[in-house]
């Protein structure tokens, strides 16, 4: 069965203007009240799920006993809605959908942050709830309790993050060539707590000790900003690391924590390519257009370029550390049409069909969000029902779908599903 899905764009500070709708449209999935105004409106997330922070609202509610959001019919109906996931995806787990679809467009930097990984999670989670921190407590850090493993895909021609952290090597030039800047411009005392750090920096313990200093808002961290906003005016090499100093000064003028984006992989993604971020890494979104799926949670620690509550000590304990290079993820052509991206992780998968004239089958495990990039597309499920998909427009199928034979011309359909194999009994320990 075929459950029409929509929702309305969420609003954090860091959107973008419209950006969403400028991918989907506003007549399918983007439920988007704002329009009318001289401006358009601010879009930072639009989410395709289940997850009590915004379910995704059902279109046709005759469809499902009159329930008017997924959460909800989920809930109401377990085994219609979930299958075999109606127990759980893990032992102890309660009913729920374990993914979540976003479109996500980055007007701004986002936060520096990090998720923690399941066992953090859990603790974290039970631990607030004895100390009775209410769930909408601003200074909360865990608001459910599982992990937050994600996946995002660029739509933009092109989308820049922050991911990990690089080489010492690699940090080590980068900052001595703003640190000869700044000697040349008789500001080198300025940069020299900093820099002198950067240069002795030869182990995980090091960084760490680096990330807190530049967590401290102490006057010497404060102090290196206007030589590091000097050099990202300049030109020559690390313009990728310069124009996304650029970015943050605009969006925080005057936080410190830009200093630890100095010490991470700075990535510029293409259109299509994937970049999957695991707990314990830290990562920002600095600007594009992206599809992101995760495992159902919002436990966020965040380590600068925010307002928002940063818990030092909890991001330093769940923070990993070790260099790395650029997290990127390849997608995997399973044939002519349809690749995959799978992080091998059991809450979710992402698979993408894409040509000019389509005509072909997918396999999914469980229940599915699909999402219409591209021109309109006929989708037909096991038991022969069909749907015809316009641009922008999303669905949910029921476990009993698949396989899901997918036809049309000029195709571009996002299918958001479990990462459980075919055969694997449930819950997972």
Do not use: C
């Not at 102090?223 to 906003?229: G, H, K, M, Q, R």
């Not at 650029?246 to 100095?262: E, F, I």
């Not at 995997?332 to 072909?360: A, I, K, S, Y």
């Amino acid at each position: 069965m075929f459950v029409p899905l929509e929702n309305t764009p969420m609003r954090y500070a860091w959107g973008a203007r419209g950006a969403i709708s400028d991918y989907l449209g506003n007549t399918g999935a983007v439920l988007e009240p704002e329009t009318s105004g001289a401006e358009a409106p601010v879009q930072a997330e639009l989410w395709l799920g289940a997850h009590h922070g915004s379910p995704a609202k059902i279109t046709s509610p005759e469809l499902v006993g009159g329930h008017t959001d997924l959460r909800q019919w989920i809930q109401a109906e377990p085994e219609r809605a979930l299958g075999q996931f109606a127990v759980g995806l893990r032992r102890g787990e309660p009913v729920r959908l374990p993914f979540l679809l976003k479109v996500l467009a980055a007007g701004e930097p986002l936060s520096l942050q990090v998720h923690p990984d399941l066992a953090r999670a859990r603790l974290g989670f039970a631990a607030e709830n004895e100390a009775g921190i209410p769930l909408d407590d601003p200074s909360r850090n865990y608001r459910d309790p599982f992990h937050k493993p994600e996946l995002l895909i660029a739509l933009s021609d092109t989308m820049t993050a922050l991911a990990g952290f690089r080489s010492f090597g690699e940090v080590r030039e980068l900052v001595a060539d703003i640190a000869e800047l700044a000697a040349e411009a008789g500001t080198a005392s300025r940069f020299a707590p900093f820099a002198e750090r950067v240069a002795e920096l030869d182990s995980e313990a090091d960084l760490r000790e680096l990330v807190a200093f530049n967590l401290s808002k102490s006057t010497e961290a404060v102090d290196a900003l206007p030589v590091l906003y000097q050099w990202a005016e300049g030109d020559g090499r690390w313009q990728r690391e310069r124009a996304t100093v650029r970015a943050v000064r605009r969006a925080h003028p005057g936080d410190a924590s830009v200093l630890t984006a100095l010490l991470m992989n700075h990535v510029a993604l293409h259109r299509g390519e994937g970049l999957y971020i695991r707990a314990g890494v830290l990562h920002a979104y600095v600007e594009g257009v992206g599809i992101e799926i995760m495992a159902a949670s919002d436990n966020v620690l965040r380590g600068g370029l925010t307002a928002k509550h940063i818990d030092v000590d909890e991001l330093m304990a769940a923070l990993s550390f070790a260099p790395t290079p650029p997290p990127y993820l390849s997608a995997e052509q399973l044939n002519n049409f349809v690749t995959t991206f799978d992080p091998d992780e059991p809450d979710f998968r992402l698979q993408r069909v894409q040509g000019v004239r389509v005509d072909t089958e997918i396999n999914v495990v469980g229940p599915s969000v699909l999402l219409n990039l591209g021109q309109a597309v006929e989708v037909t499920d096991a038991a022969g029902e069909t749907t015809t998909l316009a641009h922008g427009q999303a669905i949910f199928a029921t476990p009993d779908a698949p396989p899901l034979r997918v036809i049309g011309t000029d195709v571009d359909l996002v299918v958001a599903s479990t990462g459980v194999d075919a055969g694997e009994s449930l819950p997972l320990d």
